[in-house]
Each structure stands twice: as C-alpha cells, then as structure tokens.
C-alpha cells in the first residue's frame, strides 16, 4: 500500500476552455413500436431501437439515456415508452467514449470525445446541453457524496468538477497510470481502479490524499459501490472480484470466468441487492452478493457490450456496441411457489403467487376442470383442489397480459 497526497491543480473554465452552452428544442418521439417497458412471462431478449449507442445509464428520475454518435443526439427513455432526442451543440461529429453517469434531479453526463477537444456532456432534463471541456477524453464518470461529477483522465489523473463548472485536478501517485471505472464508496470516500497498474485508488475529498491498493491479477476496470456495502471490481480476465471499503479482498468470483471474454460493466440493482456484469462478445452475468450465487445469459446478438444498466422497470438494458442495437433482457415476471402441484383427488394444495414490479391483482384458470379446480383464497394465493386423475394446467394471469401455467398432477 502507498499513500500519496496529490496534487491539487484548479482549471477555471474562462473563455479559453468554456464550454458552450445550447438550448436546442428537445425532439419528442411516439411510443415505439417494439415494447419499452416490457412485461413477459419469462425471460427473453429484445431490441427495441436502433442507435448504435455505447453507453447507457439510468437518471436519478428513473429514465434511461443513450448516445446517438452517428446522429450527433442523446436521447432519454422515459418510462411511459415514449423518448425525446437532444442535439449536441458542438461543431462537428462527436462519440461517447465510454461512460455516462446520472446526476441530481433526473441530469444525465456523458464522457465526449470531438476529436478536437474532449469533455463532459451535460444534459438536464430540461433539454439545456452543455459541455465541460477536459484536457483529455474521461475513461470513467462517477458521482461524489455531494452529488457532483467526478471523472478519471487517461493522463494519470482524476478531476471533480464542483458545482459552479471549474474542474479540482488530482494527479496519480504512480504516474502516469491509466484509471477507469469510479464511484463513490460507502465510507463516503472516492474509488477508482487503475487498469494498467492493477491497482484500486481511493481518494479522500476532503484532503486530497489518494491510496493505492494492489489488486494482484486483476487488471480493473469498472467500479462499483454496493450501498452500505462493499466495493465491486470487473477485471480483464473475466472475473469480478469484492473489496472492502478498507482495501481488502473479500472474494473473487472466479465462476463469473466461465466465458471465453472479460467481464467490462458492473451495474447494482437495488430492488434485490444483485450485480450485473457484461462479458465481452457473450452476455451477461447476475450475481447475487449474499450467497456467491450466479446465473448467465447469453444475447443472442453477441455484440460488444460495454455498458449495462439494471432499470426501474425490472429488466436489464445493454448498449450494444458491435451492433446497431440497444438490447433489454426481459425478466421472468410471474412466479410461484410451488412451480408445479401434485395432489390426490379431493385433496389441496395453496400456490402463492409474486411478480416483480406489479401490485395488482391475479386471476386463476384450469385447463381441465375434470381434473383439478383453482379458487382464490387470499390476494395471492390460490387454492389447487383434485378432482380426478391425470394432468392439468392452471395458468395465473395479471391484469398486463402476462401468464404462468402451473403444472398439475392428480393421482
């Protein structure tokens, strides 16, 4: 472990290095064609838009955000289906370059690279764009305990950029070092990883002072803070690995290296505590924190993913960068407990009924009354009464047209 403070070096956006500031007309686009908030009975993958995009992250409002490069735009995903496009104010082409990061009050950031000149990309939910011009392009976006912006540069430094649009410079102790992925921790310090010296930095705020800890084989690159938890690394060779907020190794997943690619974006879902990963030119990974459990999914696209968020309709959002298209991983709704019925004639058995995201009612029907009968005896439970012998289905549907069919066995 080595501690070093760092130097302060305050960069004032005066005329020189302003950055422009636009109100172009936000463009409102009809609900798509293909679902946005999409509710299925079981898993599966859709690709509801075309934009080439690279990023994608989710606002504190819960909308989602996306890069267009190719038609110089961001556009949100709001939550009834519906998205608006907003023009980049710069001259000339521009690309995202790798992150994006929510701010206050449903503000959405972007790392910007022009070719020219490089920055953070401000977006407000109001349509005002704005971008922040940095010396190099932002490997990594994060958001401080205050709510500001932070970013690593690819030059061996971080920069905050506070509040009235002047960046705070913080140089590596190891130079010149290549940071990436940055968070916040629960013990309210800065956290970032440092890919080419395989290291995890923290910064203190207030002070200035960053400490590095060796993370061995792992060469990070996205970080992740659990709340009130540990912190999350992806590294290079496909294995996602937990440090405490003291710079010790917790565990490494190693299952998490079943496929052939290295694991790049981590994304927390905070309705059940679980980490999303990508696998680079495979899928993706849920991790469940608490019991080192894991279950894989392969997009059936296969493109480049770099960038996942976990979103408030229950389903995960890809940026598909080695194909046109952005990539949802629709979750299995409906469930219940048991999956499936064996009873004797004239006996029961109760199924209770869950489904992510939904707090409506349920509905109870069985493919062969001759077999078996269901009623409702509570908001979400059923009661599964033999009749006679042989199999049958009783399917549970909600009021959004999604379905499960419980098998049944009478003997």
Not at 97 to 114: K, L, Q
Request: aromatic share 8%; proline share 7%; glycine share 10%.
């Amino acid at each position: 472990m080595r501690t070093r403070s760092a130097l302060f070096a305050a960069c004032v956006l005066l005329s020189a290095c302003a950055a422009k500031t636009g109100q172009p007309a936000a463009v409102p686009q009809p609900a798509l064609a293909s679902p946005l908030i999409v509710e299925q009975a079981h898993e599966s993958w859709v690709h509801p838009f075309n934009t080439r995009a690279s990023v994608i992250a989710v606002a504190s409002d819960g909308a989602i955000w996306v890069n267009e490069d190719l038609n110089f735009k961001v556009a949100r995903f709001n939550l009834d289906g519906t998205y608006v496009e907003f023009p980049v104010p710069e001259q000339g082409p521009f690309v995202v370059t790798r992150d994006a990061i929510g701010g206050v009050h449903g503000s959405m950031y972007f790392a910007v690279n022009f070719g020219s000149h490089y920055g953070i990309l401000r977006v407000l939910r109001s349509g005002s764009v704005k971008v922040f011009r940095t010396p190099r392009t932002p490997t990594g976006l994060g958001k401080g305990p205050d709510g500001t912006i932070w970013a690593t540069l690819p030059n061996g430094h971080v920069v905050h950029l506070l509040s009235d649009g002047t960046f705070v410079s913080y140089a590596l102790p190891t130079p010149p070092g290549l940071p990436y992925g940055i968070t916040t921790g629960s013990d309210g310090n800065i956290w970032f990883s440092v890919h080419d010296q395989h290291m995890l930095d923290r910064l203190d705020p207030t002070t200035g002072v960053i400490t590095e800890y060796p993370t061995q084989d792992c060469g990070p690159l996205s970080t992740l803070s659990v709340p009130r938890g540990n912190l999350w690394l992806s590294c290079d060779d496909g294995s996602i690995v937990e440090y405490t907020t003291q710079g010790t190794n917790v565990a490494t997943c190693i299952a998490c290296s079943v496929f052939s690619g290295y694991s790049h974006q981590l994304a927390y879902e905070p309705s059940n505590g679980r980490i999303w990963a990508t696998v680079n030119n495979v899928g993706i990974v849920g991790l469940d924190p608490a019991t080192g459990n894991y279950d894989e999914h392969k997009d059936p696209l296969q493109g480049g993913q770099t960038e996942i968020a976990a979103a408030p309709d229950g389903n995960i959002w890809l940026a598909e960068q080695g194909s046109p298209w952005i990539s949802i991983f629709v979750r299995r709704r409906i469930s219940t407990v048991p999956q499936s019925v064996t009873v004797s004639s004239g006996g029961s058995q109760t199924i209770t009924v869950t489904e992510a995201h939904y707090h409506a009612s349920w509905s109870a029907t069985s493919s062969n009354t001759a077999c078996a009968t269901v009623t409702a005896n509570g908001p979400n439970t059923f009661l599964v009464t033999g009749v006679g012998t042989g199999s049958c289905t009783v399917t549970v549907n909600d009021t959004k047209s999604n379905s499960l069919g419980v098998p049944v066995t009478v003997r």
